[in-house]
C-alpha cells in the first residue's frame, strides 16, 4: 500500500515536485519557499526577482512581494585590453604631453582608476599650448584617473605619493630633454641619455614584482646612438621585449613636439622598449 501512495503522490505532484527536489538537493536555502538565482548579465532589466515556486510538499505556491528576492551574485569584471596594457594594470605614465595617450588607454579601459597620469608642465600651461588638453583632462578625470602636474620624470620615487606605491606598468614615450643647439652633439645626447638613465634609476623603485618599465623611443639615427638597453643594464634592468610602435594602435594620441610646441613629431620607425628588474645572462 505505501507504494501505491508514493506512486500517486508523484503523479499528483507531477515535475513540479521533482524539479524542486533535485534543486533542494543541489541548494538546501531553497528547501523554504523561495528559491535564488543567477544574474544573467550585469543589467538589472535582465534578472527576474520572483517566479512560481514549490514548497516542500510539492504543491506550487504563488510569487509575491513577500518572498525573499533572488541573491545577487557579483558581478565579474571584464579585463579590457589595449595593445600591451590592461585595465587590470596598476599603470603610471609620465611625461604625457597634452595627457592624450593616458587619455586613449583611459577611453579603451572605460574606467581609469587603476591608472595614474602624469606631465612635467603645469596645468595653467597645458591649458595655455596644447588644444586639446582640456578634453583629455576630462576623459580622464570623469573615468577616476589620478592627474598630477609638474611631476619630474626623474624624481618619481621621491615624490611623496607616487613613491609609496607599486606599479605593474610604468610608460614613458618618446622622452626627450629639449632642445640644444648651441650644444655640440655629444653633448646634445648626454642630456638625453641622462633624462632616460635618471628615470630608470626612480622607476625601477617603485615597480611591482613582475612589473615592466616601458619607454617608446624612435629607433633610427641620433635617436639610436642612446643606446637604451646598456642604460637599462646599468641599472640593474634587462631587455625582455622590443616591438614595432605604431600610433593608430592608441586612438587619440598625439605625439606633441613638446616645450609648448602644439605640432606633432614624426614618430616612425620607433619600438617600444620592456624592460624587467634581474640582469639577463642569456
Not at 27 to 53: F, G, I, L, W
Not at 136 to 150: D, F, P, Q, S
Not at 197 to 211: D, H, L, N, Q, R
Amino acid at each position: 500500500m505505501g507504494i501505491i501512495q508514493s506512486v500517486l503522490q508523484n503523479l499528483g505532484n507531477g515535475t513540479d515536485a521533482e524539479d524542486n527536489n533535485s534543486a533542494r538537493d543541489r541548494n538546501p536555502r531553497s528547501a523554504h519557499n523561495y528559491e535564488y538565482y543567477r544574474y544573467s548579465d550585469y543589467h538589472e532589466s535582465s534578472y527576474t526577482k520572483t517566479r512560481p515556486v514549490v514548497n516542500e510538499n510539492g504543491g506550487k505556491i504563488s510569487s509575491s512581494s513577500s518572498l525573499r528576492p533572488a541573491v545577487k551574485e557579483p558581478p565579474t569584471l571584464t579585463v579590457r585590453w589595449i595593445k600591451h596594457y590592461s585595465s587590470s594594470h596598476r599603470i603610471l605614465l609620465v611625461g604625457d604631453g597634452d595627457f592624450s595617450f593616458s587619455a586613449s588607454l583611459a577611453v579603451a579601459f572605460g574606467s581609469a582608476s587603476n591608472m595614474i597620469a602624469t606631465s612635467l608642465d603645469s596645468q595653467s600651461f597645458l591649458m595655455r599650448n596644447y588644444r586639446s588638453a582640456s578634453s583629455n583632462l576630462m576623459a580622464l578625470k570623469i573615468r577616476g584617473c589620478k592627474v598630477m602636474h609638474e611631476i619630474d620624470a626623474t624624481e618619481i620615487s621621491n615624490h611623496a605619493i607616487i613613491g609609496r606605491m607599486k606599479f605593474d606598468r610604468i610608460v614613458f614615450n618618446f622622452p626627450f630633454a629639449g632642445f640644444f643647439k648651441e650644444l655640440s652633439r655629444d653633448a646634445q645626447l648626454l642630456r638625453h641619455r641622462k633624462l632616460v638613465s635618471e628615470f630608470m634609476k626612480s622607476a625601477k623603485e617603485i615597480i611591482s614584482e613582475g612589473g615592466e618599465i616601458h619607454i617608446s623611443h624612435k629607433t633610427n639615427g641620433f635617436h639610436k646612438e642612446w643606446n637604451l638597453v646598456s642604460l637599462a643594464l646599468s641599472h640593474g634592468l634587462r631587455l625582455i621585449d622590443a616591438v614595432d610602435f605604431n600610433g593608430v594602435d592608441y586612438p587619440g594620441y598625439n605625439t606633441k613636439c613638446g616645450f609648448g610646441g602644439d605640432n606633432n613629431f614624426n614618430c616612425y620607425p620607433s619600438k617600444t622598449y620592456k624592460f624587467r628588474l634581474g640582469y639577463n645572462w642569456n
